[in-house]
């Protein structure tokens, strides 16, 4: 069975995480799925990016964060 990364095929993962978070989030299993996919570097978590904007135009995406 596929995982739903692997069915989808995301462009860019967005993982909203608390900074103090005490449960574990993002789980390593779901964040080495991602990073081993080309554009692992579209992966975005708030505790580490802050606030994420992105803006869809034109059928372009554009990402902000805040860090």
Same mark, same amino acid.
């Given at each position: 069975m ?9 462009q ?6 608390? +900074?103090?978070?005490?449960?574990g989030? +993002?789980?390593? !299993?779901?964040? +080495? ?7 692992a570097?579209?992966?975005?978590l708030? !505790? ?12 372009r995406?554009?990402?902000?964060? !805040?860090?």
């Amino acid at each position: 069975m596929r995982s739903t990364a692997e069915a989808v095929s995301p462009q860019i993962a967005v993982m909203s995480v608390g +900074a103090t978070n005490t449960l574990g989030h +993002a789980a390593r !299993e779901t964040l +080495a799925k991602l990073g081993a996919r080309p554009g692992a570097d579209r992966v975005y978590l708030t !505790e580490k990016q802050g606030t994420i904007d992105i803006t869809v135009k034109d059928g372009r995406v554009r990402v902000r964060t !805040e860090r």
